[in-house]
C-alpha cells in the first residue's frame, strides 16, 4: 500500500484535502473564462486517471478511481478455513467493471481497508487474460494486485457511482437460454 501525493493526480489532490482542492479549481475553471456548464466529474477527471473500459496488459502502470461493487474471500479448496484470495469486482464513473483479485499473500494488507459501496484510487496491477476462469464481469481482461499497487480510499462524492444495474424481466430471461 501507499499513499498518494499531490503530484499523483497533477494539480494535487491530497486525500485529506480532496474536496477543498476540488473547489480551488473549479474557482480556478470558473475565473478563466470557461464555460462554467461542465459537470464537476470532468474537472476532477486528469489525464492520468484511466478508464476500466481501456485496461489491457499493454503496460502495468495502470491508474484507476472505482467504486468496489461486491467483495468476497475465496476459500481454499482443501482448508476452507484458510483464505485463498480476496476478490472483487470494480466499477469506474462510467458504469464499465473489471475483476479484481487479491492474491493470498497480500490479503491480510488489503482485507482490512477494502470495503463494499467505497470509492477507491488503485494504482499499478497486473492485467490477465480470464483463461478458464469464471467471469464475473463483461471485460476481456482481470486485475491481480501486485507487490506495487497502491490503494488509497476517496470520499464518496468523488465519482458518480451507482452500483445497481436494473435489467427488465424478458432480458433476463433470454440469458437464461
Not at 132 to 147: N, P, Q, V, Y
Request: charged letters at 25%; a positive charge; hydrophobic letters at 40%.
Amino acid at each position: 500500500m501507499c499513499e498518494l501525493s499531490r503530484s499523483d493526480f497533477g494539480v494535487g489532490f491530497e486525500i485529506a484535502g480532496f474536496s477543498e482542492q476540488k473547489k480551488l479549481l473549479r474557482r480556478q475553471w470558473d475565473e478563466s473564462s470557461v464555460a462554467s456548464s461542465v459537470p464537476s466529474t470532468v474537472l476532477a477527471s486528469k489525464p492520468s486517471v484511466d478508464w476500466v473500459a481501456d485496461v489491457n496488459p499493454s503496460k502495468v502502470a495502470w491508474s484507476l478511481v472505482v467504486g468496489v461493487v461486491h467483495l468476497y474471500e475465496m476459500a481454499n479448496q482443501h482448508y476452507p478455513s484458510s483464505i485463498n484470495s480476496l476478490e472483487m469486482v470494480l466499477q469506474d464513473e462510467r458504469d464499465d467493471r473489471i475483476h479484481c483479485t487479491v492474491p493470498k499473500k497480500d490479503v491480510v494488507i488489503y482485507k482490512s481497508l477494502l470495503k463494499e459501496n467505497d470509492i477507491y484510487s488503485m494504482k499499478n496491477f497486473f492485467v490477465q487474460g480470464y483463461g478458464k476462469a469464471l467471469r464475473t464481469t463483461g471485460h476481456k481482461f482481470r486485475l491481480s494486485f501486485c507487490l506495487k499497487t497502491c490503494v488509497a480510499r476517496l470520499a464518496k462524492d468523488v465519482i458518480i457511482y451507482t452500483p445497481f444495474h436494473f435489467e427488465k424481466y424478458p432480458a433476463i430471461e433470454s440469458m437464461a437460454m
